[in-house]
């Protein structure tokens, strides 16, 4: 083979690859405020985050969503819980057993960061049980994040968040819950 062709051919895939986090089905475009829900019977599943610091020191984000299992039933409400602060550390748990179905988010000039709200639905009485928080996501400030639940069964919960003023951007720790198959008298946050 022409060794001209080969090279044009690694380099064409390099440079393709330095592009490849335009191609994810971003939510947001950088400093740019975003809602995001899943369809009703679905909760997030899987979260991508791309950081830039020539971009604000922003990142893109990207979910997806997956139905339920038939056992928990349709969810009967659904509501947007409690909201941080940008620039603030941050630990929010969905209220009343509730599973993140959605996030919404606003970008501020003044602290080069984001306030957040997850979007919650209650599913009967479930309750959650064997929760655990992931592994800091992303492990080092400003790489690329990404969060695939583990196991079918598992649901996220909430996160918790810490913010550098230094660096300019967030590290999560999803809570992650399996949900009990019967109904439950009590709210076990």
């Not at 001209?4 to 405020?33: K, P, T």
């Not at 899943?38 to 997030?44: D, K, L, N």
């Not at 990142?59 to 509501?79: I, K, Y």
Request: proline residues 4%; glycine residues 8%; hydrophobic residues 35%.
């Amino acid at each position: 083979m022409n060794p001209a062709l080969v090279l044009l051919a690694l380099l064409a895939s390099v440079a393709a690859q330095s592009q490849d986090h335009y191609d994810m089905g971003w939510v947001n475009g950088y400093r740019q405020g975003f809602n995001f829900q899943c369809p009703h019977g679905e909760v997030i599943v899987a979260i991508r985050s791309y950081f830039s610091e020539n971009d604000g020191s922003d990142r893109l984000w990207s979910f997806e969503c997956q139905p339920t299992p038939a056992g928990l039933g349709e969810p009967s409400d659904c509501w947007w819980d409690d909201i941080n602060r940008a620039g603030m550390e941050w630990t929010s748990t969905c209220t009343r057993n509730g599973l993140v179905a959605g996030v919404q988010s606003k970008y501020f000039e003044s602290t080069l960061d984001r306030e957040w709200q997850f979007y919650c639905c209650f599913y009967k009485r479930r309750c959650p049980y064997s929760c655990m928080k992931t592994t800091d996501i992303p492990e080092y400030y400003k790489e690329e994040g990404e969060l695939v639940v583990p196991s079918y069964g598992y649901f996220i919960r909430g996160a918790q968040t810490t913010f550098s003023g230094v660096l300019r951007d967030r590290q999560w720790k999803y809570i992650l819950c399996r949900m009990t198959d019967f109904d439950c008298e009590f709210d076990n946050l």
